[in-house]
């Protein structure tokens, strides 16, 4: 049942409760005493029933976990993601980061083809109308009670610890498992290569993020690790970091399209192989050539153009942002989502070509998207891919996300032209050895994109004409902008890393912090996940004809993978210092005190008191 006829059955109880004593009066008049007490009743019982069922009224804005409870979809087009709404005045281009066509690269995985999307709001009928209503939400009146000091509590918890402890011990949950020990305290769960220390094979990576969403000063912080199967990290079934941090390597160097990297020393007497292709056997080497197959137990299995191997797993947090005393921006232990990707079937280039053109058919053909729920298990992208996702509910704890919250992951995971094997972040890791390790954005460069000459970042805002999609970041404006809105090249250049690029001050990471507590409090990731402070006024709430579309003189090619040999900022200083999104802190200094749990809950009028955190239940009817 739509929507509307949701409501209809809104209206039409109404009316049934109201008319109904009526009703019965006049057919007693008329004799209809015939008519049988048990049919009446049983029509009662069925009023009843549908005002029980259906409790919101005829233009009342219905909450966001209603649709889930009554089985209503709300956003069929929900792989349209927010970004695609931004006004883009005939100049202003941010389309380009997802929507890329590369028909000169025959070898390219990826046909999905969608440059032409850029600037164009070729939506269908329901995707013209944008369902992503937090974005027009003013968030500030909701979280003028929250405080400080309540929220710097409410992110310094865990909730990653419990939450893996309780679906280990849930016999009927039939999904992954994903335990990394202290995740939530990065620099206690891996070590300086970025191998998880609790024997459970992850490998934190060292990437850039995308831009600009997954920008600390957008709204979060976040960190990726990569596992790869057994065979990978074992030669005769017997474990060897030598063996797996090679192939690690080979990886690399087949989604990057390297001829070598480096990596951590490794002996090639373990491996069996001369990796460095010099003619001599060493016991410490420190780069890996291209091979053609990958190594130990892994041997038979062939690197694929830009492909990733069978059963190669990602696991991907987004955090709150921390703040600590010195006002440094790190990792918050507190987790928004957890995400998780496996490639449980490899498909070659060939056969995704077809999946593609089935994709680009469909959308042809103006059918709304598909997507293959697996329950507990997540959803099938269809090209080899398996994604899952946890989210936070109510009272903060991580619980597995609702079908209709899951489809959203397949707008980016699955058919835009821009990604290498459906991924982001791995083909941005830092090259090499030096990429091997926790995020860390203090130590990187605003590297180029491959064919630019300046920097990666500073070509997207003056693309972009803004420090995020919405051009409504003002922080960002008034730092890297001048009066008239144009782009202060030589003061981004002159940034000694990226984390003095896209990093909040401690005021304004505090802000989004409150904006996204009130969205988990509402529980209304249907509308909308991006912490905003005040309604957007560069996106559109309905697309017509009359959208002016981006001129082709500001349509771009891209490669989303980076050259991290160029080095184009005047600052030099790149330091794993106390400022970076990974800053060092004492894990039982910023943990002591913080025991806010919300388990009293209270709502009177509209107010939600949790342990004297005050926070307003009412932005869904707004």
């Known amino acids: 049942m739509k929507i509307n006829a949701l409501k209809n059955h809104i209206y039409k109880a109404k009316m049934l409760r109201v008319l109904m004593p009526a009703i019965v009066c006049v057919l007693s008049a008329c004799g209809a005493d015939k008519v049988e007490h048990q049919d009446e009743q049983f029509s009662q019982k069925n009023v009843e029933q549908i005002v029980q069922e259906y409790p919101y009224q005829t233009q009342q804005n219905i909450p966001a976990m209603a649709y889930i409870e009554h089985g209503e979809t709300y956003n069929a087009e929900t792989v349209i993601p927010p970004q695609c709404y931004t006004k883009t005045d005939g100049v202003n281009n941010p389309c380009y980061a997802c929507h890329q066509t590369y028909r000169g690269d025959k070898d390219r995985s990826n046909a999905m083809n969608d440059g032409a999307l850029q600037g164009e709001y070729q939506f269908s009928d329901l995707g013209v109308t944008n369902h992503w209503k937090n974005l027009f939400i003013d968030r500030r009146p909701l979280i003028k009670n929250i405080s400080d000091a309540q929220i710097k509590d409410w992110i310094a918890q865990d909730n990653y610890s419990d939450f893996i402890d309780k679906q280990q011990q849930d016999k009927h949950w039939k999904g992954e498992y994903t335990p990394i020990e202290n995740l939530a305290y990065p620099e206690q769960a891996f070590n300086q290569q970025g191998l998880a220390k609790d024997g459970s094979h992850w490998v934190a990576f060292n990437y850039k993020p995308f831009p600009s969403t997954f920008w600390p000063t957008n709204g979060s912080t976040s960190d990726a690790m990569i596992r790869l199967p057994k065979a990978f990290r074992e030669v005769n079934g017997k474990y060897s970091q030598d063996v797996y941090f090679a192939n690690l390597a080979l990886v690399e160097i087949t989604m990057k399209e390297l001829a070598q990297t480096t990596l951590p020393t490794i002996s090639e007497y373990k491996v069996g192989v001369d990796l460095n292709n010099d003619g001599v056997m060493s016991n410490e080497i420190n780069h890996i050539v291209k091979q053609e197959n990958y190594l130990g137990d892994a041997s038979d299995i062939s690197l694929e153009h830009t492909l990733y191997p069978q059963d190669t797993e990602f696991l991907h947090t987004v955090r709150y942002i921390g703040v600590n005393e010195q006002g440094g921006i790190y990792n918050a232990p507190r987790m928004k989502e957890v995400r998780y990707m496996k490639k449980h079937n490899f498909k070659s280039k060939q056969s995704l070509a077809s999946e593609y053109y089935l994709e ?232 002591k005190g913080h025991d806010l749990i919300f388990k009293d809950i209270t709502t009177v009028k509209g107010i939600t008191t949790v342990k004297g955190l005050a926070i307003s239940s009412e932005a869904t009817t707004q």
Not at 432 to 449: F, I, K, M, R, T
Request: glycine share 8%; net charge negative; charged share 30%.
């Open 360 to 591: 680009q058919k469909e959308k042809d053909s103006e059918n709304l998207p598909q997507v293959k729920q697996l329950g507990d298990r997540g959803i099938n992208t269809g090209f080899g891919w398996t994604v899952n996702g946890y989210i936070e509910n109510e009272q903060g704890q991580l619980r597995h996300q609702y079908d209709q919250e899951l489809a959203f992951c397949s707008g980016c995971h699955k058919t835009i032209g821009s990604t290498l094997d459906q991924t982001f972040s791995f083909p941005r890791k830092v090259d090499g050895v030096e990429g091997w390790g926790y995020q860390n954005l203090a130590s990187q460069h605003d590297a180029p994109n491959k064919g630019e000459t300046q920097g990666e970042f500073l070509t997207y805002f003056e693309r972009v004409g803004g420090g995020d999609e919405f051009r409504q970041n003002g922080e960002m404006l008034a730092r890297w902008f001048d009066k008239n809105g144009k782009v202060d090249s030589d003061k981004v250049k002159a940034a000694n890393n990226i984390y003095e690029l896209i990093t909040p001050s401690p005021e304004r990471a505090l802000q989004l912090n409150k904006a996204y507590l009130t969205i988990v409090k509402e529980q209304s990731y249907l509308f909308g996940r991006d912490a905003v402070l005040t309604k957007a006024t560069n996106v559109l709430e309905k697309v017509d004809e009359s959208q002016q579309p981006l001129a082709h003189a500001h349509r771009y090619q891209w490669d989303l993978r980076l050259d991290w040999h160029k080095n184009l900022n005047k600052g030099k200083k790149l330091a794993n210092d106390n400022r970076a999104v990974t800053a060092k802190y004492d894990s039982e200094e910023i943990t």
